[in-house]
Structure formats: C-alpha cells, structure tokens
C-alpha cells in the first residue's frame, strides 16, 4: 500500500491537492474552475466521480472556487470547520446538509485507514488550516498560506516523509513590485505568507533525516521564480550544514499544470 499526490495547482490564481492511495482518493481545495479542476485531475488519470471528499483549507477564492459546483455535481461531502464554512457559504452555494460536513480545527479523519488531521496556521482567513495525511507509518503534510510557521505548526509537521510548504514571494521583489503598500504589509504581515528565505528558515529547524522531498508551493507569479525559490532555499540549507545529514530534495509546483504523482514511501 503506498499513499500518492499531485498538486494539481499551486498559486494565487488557484490551488488544489490530490491525495490517494488504493482504496481513497482526497482533494484538498477547488480554487479553479469546476472545469478546469476535472480537466487536472483527468490528467492524473481520476474522475472527480472517484473521490471520497474535498478538503478546504480556508475560505479564499483561489481555494475554494469550484468547490460547489464539484460538490453538486458528483455529490461529494465538503470537510471545513463551521468559522470557514460560515466565510464560504456565499460562494460555495446550496449544499444539501449531508455534504456539509464540519472538521473541527485539530481534529482527524479516518478515511478507509487513511489518517487525516487538521492543524492551525497563522493567514487572514476565519480559521484557516493546514493538513497532514498519515497510513501505514509514512507522513504527507501540506502547509501553504501561512504568515509564519509557528511551533505549533513545527510540531505537526516536522516529522513528514514529504512536505509542501509555501515559498510565496521573493522579499525584495515584492517591496519593489507594483502592488500598494497595504497589499504588501499584508503579504510580509504574519498573518499573509511564507517568503522563500522564511521557507528555508523553517526548513533548517524542520528537517531531519526522515523527509526526503520538499515541495515548494503557492509561488507568486509576479513577486517570485521557481529557480529563485529552489535556489534561496538550497543556499539556506547549504549554509546551515542540513544537507550534512538530509539531502531532501526540492520539487517544483505549477499554477498551471499538476505535478507528477508522488508516492509518499518510508525507507
């Protein structure tokens, strides 16, 4: 048994995550179009019809915009705590009340063995969350759309085989972008997102031998590059002497296409 995803899409202009193993098959956000979310998954060979639930991290568009229309259309239950459920009713739209399922923040889910548990994060959102993903002794944990990691957050997450953390912007690109100062106050604030330096900051405490592959997520298409991205972090990492006992290894996400299925593996 092995536990595989795909990030379907990873950025401001949408976001969603495939989880699956044999038996389940997960998605976490539908902030594209219901379209173009059947259009990525069908690129990694699932029909939204195979799907088990959606997971919402929080309540922004880019997370949740084609969450209704795939939950109407394939009668699928929505997972989301009752502060994020409130912020998207609106958008998310009639949906009978046996798919309108509340997770409360720090609760788990089983799902045909496949352990699912809700975290905290800090983002200027009603109560957003982060997921981490566990079966048979291995360990998935998304963590996107946060200001900063707070222990808290290191605490559920440092033990991951393989992570998708946010490395949104570039600092200085985004002081020298065209965005209004109040936009970027936000963006750098510690309720926005995770810069590349504060990625690679988290990830010299985070890392041990245990993760082997890091997925660099939610880049900014204006304030970032993915070969700046996966460069300030490798230089971070260099410098602090990780690499010495973890050579994990940077992935790229798209907003565009989805990755390539990832078997989440221990050694």
Same mark, same amino acid.
């Given at each position: 048994m092995s536990l595989r995803f795909s990030v379907l899409a990873s950025g401001s202009t949408g976001n969603g995550v495939l989880v699956a193993n044999e038996r389940v098959k997960l998605l976490v956000d539908a902030g594209l179009s219901a379209k173009k979310m059947e259009q990525l998954m069908q690129e990694r060979g699932v029909s939204p019809s195979e799907l088990q639930a959606i997971l919402v991290t929080h309540e922004h568009s880019d997370h949740i915009k084609g969450v209704g229309a795939l939950a109407r259309k394939y009668d699928l239950p929505v997972y989301a705590n009752e502060k994020t459920w409130r912020e998207m009713e609106r958008t998310v739209g009639e949906l009978p009340e046996p798919q309108r399922k509340v997770l409360r923040t720090g609760e788990e889910l089983w799902f045909?063995?496949?352990?699912?548990?809700?975290?905290?994060?800090?983002?200027?959102?009603?109560?957003?969350?982060?997921?981490?993903?566990?079966?048979?002794?291995?360990?998935?944990?998304?963590?996107?759309?946060?200001?900063?990691?707070?222990?808290?957050?290191?605490? %559920?997450? @440092?033990? +991951?085989?393989?992570?998708?953390? !946010? &490395?949104?912007?570039?600092?200085?690109?985004? *002081?020298?972008? =065209?965005?209004?100062?109040?936009?970027?106050?936000?963006?750098?604030?510690? %309720?926005? @997102?995770? +810069?590349?330096?504060?990625?690679? !900051? &988290?990830?010299?405490?985070?890392?041990?031998? *245990?993760?082997? =592959?890091?997925?660099?997520?939610?880049?900014?298409?204006?304030?970032?590059?993915?070969?700046?991205?996966r460069m300030t972090v490798d230089q971070l990492l260099e410098q602090r002497g990780v690499y010495r006992t973890n050579r994990v290894r940077l992935m790229d996400t798209y907003y565009d296409r989805p990755t390539e299925w990832d078997s989440v593996a221990a050694e």
């Open positions: 045909d063995g496949l352990r699912v548990e809700s975290y905290g994060i800090s983002h200027d959102a009603a109560e957003p969350v982060g997921y981490c993903f566990e079966e048979n002794g291995v360990k998935l944990s998304l963590a996107t759309d946060l200001g900063y990691v707070s222990s808290k957050v290191m605490e %559920k997450i @440092h033990d +991951s085989d393989v992570l998708v953390l !946010e &490395a949104n912007h570039d600092v200085d690109m985004l *002081r020298m972008g =065209r965005y209004p100062w109040n936009i970027k106050r936000r963006i750098l604030g510690d %309720k926005g @997102h995770l +810069s590349n330096e504060a990625a690679g !900051e &988290a990830l010299c405490e985070l890392l041990s031998g *245990r993760t082997k =592959r890091v997925y660099l997520a939610h880049l900014s298409r204006d304030h970032n590059l993915m070969d700046l991205a």
